[in-house]
């Protein structure tokens, strides 16, 4: 394996992260167990898969020149004990169980976190043996949908895996090593087990990482991942002579030309969309302080039926996103009701909508490939089809703009800027997220087939998004298996209620049926 330079976007990705915001993307799913060793056995399943996958074998580092850039090579101390860990089930247990008599979302003592021995758990075929991992101790058990935070579920061991996964995705990825993790865990009854991927944003977007992660499992999407690593094209010679140049000269003005332009017009989209004004005090959270560690994060989920999604979209229009959409924004509505807060008044807050830019039945491939729609979700209208349809307009209006325009189109901005801007300016970008958009709403599309680790099945699988800086709610949603699973990821201390958010969502899901049918 050769090294790569990132990509722009890829490279931005990268320097916005901080201790307090890591910008690693996340997937927990449930599986079925079929004996008490089901989750030590995927473990050494993953171990052993990993290393044999090239994208999963590379680590970042910075170069020289380009000044302030950074490249992919391969890590010569590949390790998959450092990236595949088997939950302690029994210390898990009990620090959920602490977090129920607790109240559920806030700290529940010192849960301790064991590293798979997975390279020789893989050689013996057996139970993974477990080393206690320092870096995963003093973990806080969220609350899950359900807003159960304890054992959820008959059994020994038992527990909520979304009440494990929130201080997993609250601790950073080690920047020194290939970064991923998969982390094995106590399912929510004794007849399942769960895992929880986390990719670094700067490895992949959502479908990248979807690809990476269907690597380790018994069987390969109906897309083929690309090439972990990407090999550069050849470049036609170009001719030679001392004409060549000026001949060049036109081509290379137009492209500065109609670059500047895009990133003019991306400004400009910004600046109409507005300020965050009138943004509910529940979805912002405290900015950290000087040296700030990693923060707190909750985990919900949620899964609705497809059939129910899909009636409310035949009766009342759209696309199955827009409905999904709307429901965000009805559930934020009930649930802000609920709580006692105001409702937002005029148009609503911002919410950046993930769009992919790779072409469609292409292989995902690495790195990101992204832009985005900027949408107000109207939190003020109070009849639910009121509300889709004015999702469905926002959302059509973005589509005819198309993806390299508008203010979701930010991303596209990083293409303009120099390593050492990202370098030098990561920073600052983060800080400007609040400035940017209000909310992260964003699906990633499965493929429609069944998920399966060492005979295991999958069962349900939970997209899971960063947090930007002084952003308390991430939602992600995906489609499996007739099944709509909503990711929650939250700011702990601006969003100690997570559960009632997925409980609103449900209710608000009822209340549409209700109103098509």
Not at 106 to 115: H, K, L, R
Not at 123 to 128: L, N
Not at 458 to 470: F, S, T
Request: aromatic share 4%; proline share 9%.
């Amino acid at each position: 394996m050769a090294t790569e330079h990132l990509s722009p976007l890829d490279l931005a990705f990268w320097r916005i992260e901080s201790a307090a915001h890591p910008m690693h993307l996340g997937a927990l799913a449930v599986l079925s167990a079929d004996g008490p060793d089901a989750a030590a056995r995927a473990a050494a399943l993953l171990a052993e898969r990993c290393a044999g996958l090239p994208g999963l074998r590379r680590r970042i580092h910075d170069v020289l020149l380009p000044v302030g850039a950074a490249v992919w090579s391969p890590d010569p101390d590949f390790d998959p004990a450092r990236h595949v860990f088997l939950a302690d089930a029994g210390a898990a247990a009990a620090a959920a169980a602490a977090a129920a008599r607790t109240g559920g979302s806030a700290a529940a003592g010192a849960a301790a976190w064991a590293d798979a021995d997975a390279v020789g758990a893989a050689r013996a075929g057996a139970d993974a043996a477990a080393r206690v991992d320092a870096g995963g101790g003093a973990a806080r058990a969220g609350a899950g949908a359900d807003g159960r935070a304890g054992a959820a579920g008959a059994g020994a061991g038992a527990v909520d895996p979304r009440a494990a996964a929130g201080p997993l995705m609250a601790r950073p990825l080690d920047r020194t090593r290939p970064p991923w993790e998969a982390h094995v865990l106590a399912g929510p009854g004794p007849d399942s087990f769960a895992v929880l991927f986390k990719f670094h944003h700067a490895l992949a977007d959502g479908l990248g990482a979807l690809a990476l992660a269907a690597g380790l499992f018994d069987r390969e999407p109906p897309f083929a991942p690309g090439p972990a690593v990407r090999s550069p094209v050849r470049p036609v010679p170009a001719p030679r002579g001392p004409g060549a140049a000026l001949r060049r000269l036109p081509g290379v003005f137009a492209s500065r030309v109609h670059d500047l332009g895009q990133a003019l017009e991306i400004g400009a989209a910004v600046a109409r969309a507005g300020l965050p004004l009138g943004v509910p005090d529940a979805l912002v959270a405290a900015e950290p302080g000087p040296g700030a560690g990693a923060g707190n994060r909750t985990v919900a989920g949620l899964a609705l039926d497809l059939d129910e999604v899909n009636l409310i979209r035949k009766v009342a229009g759209g696309t199955v996103n827009d409905v999904l959409i709307a429901l965000v924004a009805g559930a934020l509505r009930r649930w802000l009701a609920e709580r006692g807060d105001p409702l937002p008044r005029g148009a609503g807050p911002r919410a950046l909508i993930p769009v992919s830019r790779r072409r469609p039945g292409a292989a995902p491939g690495a790195g990101n490939r992204l832009s985005g729609y900027l949408l107000r979700l109207p939190l003020a209208e109070d009849d639910p089809l009121r509300r889709l349809y004015a999702v469905r307009a926002g959302m059509d209006r973005n589509k005819e703009a198309g993806p390299a325009r508008g203010a979701g189109a930010v991303a596209l901005l990083a293409d303009h800027v120099h390593p050492l801007g990202h370098r030098l300016g990561g920073p600052l970008v983060a800080q400007a997220a609040r400035l940017l958009y209000d909310i992260l709403v964003t699906s990633v599309p499965l493929p429609g087939l069944t998920f399966t680790l060492g005979g295991s099945t999958v069962r349900e699988v939970y997209p899971l998004a960063p947090l930007a800086r002084g952003q308390s709610l991430a939602i992600a949603v995906s489609t499996y298996k007739g099944t709509v699973h909503y990711g929650l990821v939250a700011d702990a201390a601006a969003v100690p209620d997570l559960a009632a958010l997925a409980g609103a969502l449900r209710a608000e899901l009822d209340a549409f049926v209700r109103e098509v049918s």
